[in-house]
């Protein structure tokens, strides 16, 4: 039984020939529409039949109540979600007084193609009325890259071999209803009905406008449409408009060979503090802007925006087409989802869906910020002055919590905890020390003076700050952090995991060493010269667990004195564990969710030999489920270090398919975007080989038997390295700008653009044993050029 919808594989778009009703949930999120502001559900424009409604605007959410069996300081008192806002999307078709549905009728052709070159999704539709009447449709849509409050329609209907009567309606509708949410799963979202209280609603001529406002959280939200009609003479128009429905309807009839073409544009907008009337004029101007633009010219401003992020961001796959088809996909979202946040936060689930609430998570900054970073940095730092913006708040939650510094919220929205559950929220300390890797590593790669000065510098010296209180030394002078929880989900509050300790390392090296650089934004923290210090010592003195019996690293102090799951007894309908055992027995054995000591492996690696490296990996694989999207991609980078660049091009599978396969059949929620990130990073770090440690970048490719060449770009300190890999050679580039120096295998190399240099790959064979993985639990294997061979 097929339980995803079936995509042709193209290099440059995702074309859906058939549409199954049953899946449109799940298609819904993948041909979602969004600019990191505005997005939009794949929805189809007629509204029905849906899987999941959604139009959501970026901050905007709902506050609802986190119910407690017992009360505990410092729980958070409310939730927040994200909430589905004023649909601009709906076209609805009256034909011949039929509706147009496609679950009535006959359906001759419907075909839909999310263009990765030009952002717009088009729609092609051959349909039959129950009454005889047939129509051919196309639509074509776009959330502008370029005026960030606008979305676009243009839509088209016309007969095929007899005259009809058209009614088209045009519509605004919020508190739209919605399907309800599945129970039981935690990544789901909390359903909230009608959370839009109206405050203003208008419809003359051409133009729609609604206004409303958040009964608990106090946002409002407007959203306002105009259009460009060309029709048939005869054609009427009437506007009408109720506090949740704004609606323009149309009248015409069509010969064959004629058209009746409706450009839709629609802009949104929502504040906290502007007036009412500061709202309507924002949007309206937002309106006129597109307007004046018209449909072509914002599909040519969506064309150029989108050539120049791929001149510095495509990844080019010689050997695997799905692959190919599947990491521009990533690149595509990933870029939708952040592109355009301007300040606000980069949602796990992006704008695609309502998954996980609508809530930012530390994923954000450790695998989708890389890939911005080195290919969209204008996004990765707004991303990182969103945490900026937030830093009050992290302080207000560090000094509950009776620390120094700051505690950023496990997951959010707006900046506070929504975490109910502390053991795998509050506790997951390292979500500090993450925030703090993404700012060093975008400072070291784009030489912002300006950011490292205005947010760098606070955001290293408050987290700083924390790991300071958090940890103690012990009598021999090692520095400890005790009763945390690590990014492996089935182990909480242990001693010293190795993964904080690493990061929280790094951390306070690097705030000691940009108060050094910047003192007088320093002083201006109060931070001196005994304080940074302390942080210097504690990064020398950082415990790191390591068990002499295995002569390895262990993932926390003592953890592989723990039993092991019993894995030959779990059977494959119990996965993933979280929902058929409960977390107290997941939490005292040996059983990952996802990569946690693995992940210290890659972003930490110059921490540890290449032997370190070989042991851990194998040790940890044996015991690593992926009930966790986010560990696929990591494993792929340690499996292609490690020499096993055949079981990395498995999970390379697995990463770059989890919602083109919805491999976690959940799809419907909404995209994984920090696994889509990590297809760009199995690529680029795992068979590209390329780490950024303290300001050197270096690369050690390697490439599997499937693929025979692998090219991409880099943006780094202005400059655009190109790097091309074949099974025996390796080529850097740049095509302009100062030279870069960078290293191939340890051996250091100059390019320039006079100078590209082209190098040799050494002969690379496995390190150490094949790894094994659980029982039931090794990726899918992949065939030479394509998806896994069946069975």
């Not at 087409?321 to 796990?348: K, S, T, W």
């Not at 040790?619 to 055949?646: F, K, N, P």
């Amino acid at each position: 039984m097929i339980s995803h919808p079936a995509y042709d594989i193209e290099p440059w778009c995702l074309r859906e020939t058939e549409l199954n009703l049953g899946l449109l949930a799940q298609s819904e999120s993948v041909f979602a529409l969004s600019n990191g502001h505005v997005g939009w559900r794949g929805n189809l424009d007629e509204g029905e039949p849906h899987g999941l409604p959604g139009t959501y605007l970026n901050g905007v959410y709902e506050l609802r109540p986190l119910p407690y069996a017992e009360a505990g300081y410092g729980y958070p008192a409310s939730g927040q979600s994200v909430i589905d806002v004023t649909n601009g999307k709906l076209i609805r078709l009256l034909v011949d007084d039929e509706p147009f549905d496609l679950r009535y009728g006959r359906l001759h052709h419907h075909q839909r193609v999310l263009d990765f070159r030009t952002g717009l999704l088009h729609r092609t539709v051959a349909w039959t009325s129950p009454a005889g009447s047939t129509v051919r449709i196309r639509s074509s849509r776009l959330v502008s890259f370029t005026q960030r409050a606008v979305a676009a329609v243009a839509y088209e209907v016309e007969p095929v071999d007899a005259e009809i009567r058209i009614v088209l309606q045009s519509e605004l509708v919020a508190n739209e209803q919605l399907p309800p949410v599945p129970g039981g799963d935690p990544r789901s979202a909390a359903a909230l009905e009608s959370p839009l209280v109206p405050e203003e609603n208008f419809a003359r001529d051409t133009r729609l406008r609604l206004i409303h406002r958040t009964a608990g959280s106090g946002l409002q939200v407007a959203v306002a449409a105009d259009h460009v009609v060309e029709a048939p003479a005869g054609t009427t128009t009437s506007a009408e408009s109720t506090e949740n429905l704004s609606r323009l309807t149309l009248t015409t009839h069509l010969h064959p060979g004629q058209t009746l073409r409706v450009e839709k544009f629609v802009a949104h907008g929502w504040s906290s503090t502007r007036s009412l009337p500061a709202l309507h004029d924002q949007v309206e101007a937002a309106l006129f802007s597109a307007t004046h633009t018209a449909w072509d010219g914002l599909r040519a401003e969506q064309h150029t925006y989108l050539a120049a992020f791929w001149a510095g961001a495509d990844v080019e796959v010689d050997g695997d087409a799905e692959i190919q088809q599947a990491v521009r996909f990533a690149l595509f979202h990933v870029l939708q989802a952040g592109a355009r946040a301007e300040e606000r936060a980069i949602p796990a689930k992006g704008l695609t869906g309502p998954g996980y609430d609508g809530h930012c998570f530390w994923d954000t900054e450790t695998f989708v910020l890389p890939l911005l970073t080195y290919t969209a940095p204008q996004a990765a730092a707004q991303a990182l002055r969103w945490r900026f913006a937030t830093l009050p708040a992290a302080q207000e939650r560090a000094r509950q919590l009776g620390l120094a510094g700051a505690a950023f919220p496990w997951r959010t929205i707006n900046g506070s905890e929504c975490s109910s559950y502390w053991p795998a929220g509050t506790a997951a300390f390292h979500i500090n020390a993450d925030i703090a890797d993404a700012v060093v590593r975008y400072v070291a790669a784009t030489d912002d003076d300006a950011f490292a000065r205005e947010a760098g510098v606070p955001l290293l010296v408050q987290t700083a700050r924390l790991w300071r209180a958090l940890g103690h030394h012990d009598p021999q002078g090692a520095f400890h952090i005790d009763g945390v929880t690590g990014p492996d989900e089935y182990s909480a509050l242990s001693d010293d995991n190795t993964y904080t300790n690493l990061m929280a390392q790094q951390n306070l090296a690097a705030a000691a060493h940009l108060v050094s650089r910047y003192p007088r934004e320093a002083g201006l923290l109060a931070v001196s010269g005994a304080e940074t210090a302390s942080w210097r010592n504690a990064a020398a003195r950082m415990s790191v667990p390591y068990s002499t019996a295995l002569g390895m690293y262990e993932q926390s102090a003592g953890s592989t004195s723990h039993e092991v799951w019993d894995f030959p007894a779990t059977g494959p309908e119990q996965y993933p564990l979280m929902l058929c055992f409960p977390y107290f027995d997941l939490y005292r054995k040996q059983v990952l969710k996802q990569a946690d000591l693995v992940l210290a492996l890659h972003l930490r690696g110059d921490a540890f030999t290449r032997d370190d490296k070989a042991r851990a990996f194998a040790y940890y694989e044996a015991l690593t489920v992926r009930d966790s999207s986010l560990s696929a991609c990591t494993q792929a980078v340690l499996a292609a270090e490690t020499g096993h660049v055949e079981l990395a091009y498995d999970y390379l599978g697995e990463a770059a398919m989890m919602d083109l396969s919805d491999l976690e059949h959940n799809t419907r929620d909404g995209l994984h975007i920090a696994s889509l990130a990590g297809t760009w990073t199995a690529l680029v770090a795992g068979f590209g080989g390329m780490r950024h440690h303290e300001g050197l970048l270096s690369f050690a490719p390697r490439l599997p038997t499937a693929l025979s060449r692998l090219a991409f770009t880099v943006l780094v300190h202005g400059r655009a390295l190109r790097v091309e890999v074949t099974r025996r050679t390796a080529t850097y580039s740049v095509p302009a700008g100062e030279p870069l120096e960078i290293q191939h295998y340890g051996t250091p190399l100059k390019v320039s653009p006079l100078s590209p240099r082209s190098v040799t790959l050494p002969t690379a064979a496995p390190e150490g044993t094949a790894p094994d993985q659980p029982p039931g639990r090794r990726p899918l294997r992949r065939s030479a050029g394509g998806a896994p061979p069946v069975g």
